[in-house]
């Protein structure tokens, strides 16, 4: 979470026709997306339409074929750790934790990037280390808080439930103290009572003053949630606007739903499959 105040209403966040090729596959093609310092913005579409290579181009883990990322006023090169450092942070679709490592310490690394103590300082266990680590320890401890984890410190990451650990990317993320933090699915496997704590956990990290791009499948958390939602088909950016605009938008359900392939089954055909499983039932019911 940032303390700097943003004094001007210039995006956090502006990627400007970033494509990304494979070999003869185009998994993002041409899309333009901004980010401002105060929104939560999501990214949907369907399976394969691009959403984690995009992430994965604004993070610097792709150089991307063509187009620019920029954070704030400076244009990020394609390496993680410079775009950790600039300010955005990230939790990746599958779980990356130090599994045999504890919660506590799982947070400790993703302050890493923000400690200044060199390899010799803390050889030396320096005064000056042990401060630096004491102040790392502490806000290490209020990340726990913050998401609820905090009576697990100790516990390793690997013995935690599976939407614990999706919490404990989410706070090692924080601990690089990012303007813009990015979430990959961070409700996939949770319970709907885990994702409405998410749900206002990303409220939360928003009110701190750390901007939120997130993609997610679940339709009621990304609507709910989102000042602008933004829609990915095949690479391409389809539509983008408000939570409302977005659900009503033709081209959106039929890209989730898929248009009626020719010969599909109707609803005649549909009704008298239903009537023959039902008296199939019955029958067994019978015996
Ligand atoms: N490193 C890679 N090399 C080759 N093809 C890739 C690579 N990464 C992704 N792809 C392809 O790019 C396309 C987009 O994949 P991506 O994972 O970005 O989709 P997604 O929108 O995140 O899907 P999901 O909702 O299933 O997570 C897919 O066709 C995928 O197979
Ligand atoms: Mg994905």
Redesign the pocket.
């Known amino acids: 979470m940032t303390t700097m105040t943003t004094t001007t209403d210039a995006p956090v966040l502006t990627a400007t026709g970033v494509t ?1 090729r ?2 003869g ?1 185009t ?2 093609r041409t899309v333009d997306l901004t980010v401002h310092h105060d929104e939560i913005v999501g990214l949907i ?12 181009c604004l993070t610097g883990l ?1 150089r991307p074929t063509e187009g620019t990322v920029t954070y704030r006023d400076t244009v990020l090169p394609p390496k993680p750790h410079l775009v950790t450092r600039a300010g955005i942070a990230r939790t990746f ?1 599958n779980i990356r934790l130090f599994a045999n490592m504890t919660v506590l310490e799982n947070v400790l690394v993703g302050r890493h990037t923000r400690t200044r103590e060199g390899l010799l300082s803390a050889l030396l266990r320096s005064p000056r280390f042990h401060r630096a680590e004491a102040a790392s320890t502490q806000r290490a401890m209020e990340l726990l808080d913050f998401t609820g984890l905090a009576p697990k410190a100790d516990h390793l990451a690997r013995n935690l439930p599976y939407g614990e650990q999706r919490k404990l990317e989410i706070a090692r993320a924080l601990a690089s103290d990012p303007g813009l933090l990015l979430l ?2 961070p409700t996939a496997g949770m319970n709907p009572q885990e994702t409405r704590a998410t749900e206002a956990l990303v409220r939360a990290i928003r009110e701190q003053g750390t901007a939120v791009l997130v ?1 997610e ?1 679940d339709m009621r958390f990304i609507f709910n949630l989102c000042d602008r939602v933004a829609v ?1 088909v095949q ?1 391409e950016k389809l539509v983008e606007g408000t939570s409302d605009t977005v659900q009503a938008d033709e081209r959106v359900i039929a890209a989730y739903l898929g248009t009626p392939f020719e010969g599909a089954p109707g609803q005649e055909e549909l009704a008298e499959v239903e009537a023959a499983e039902a008296e199939a039932a019955h029958a067994e019911e019978d015996r």
Do not use: C, R, S
């Open positions: 990304m494979f070999g596959l998994a993002v579409g369907p399976n394969g339409a691009g959403k984690t290579t995009f992430f994965n792709y679709q990959d699915e993609i499948h990915l690479g």
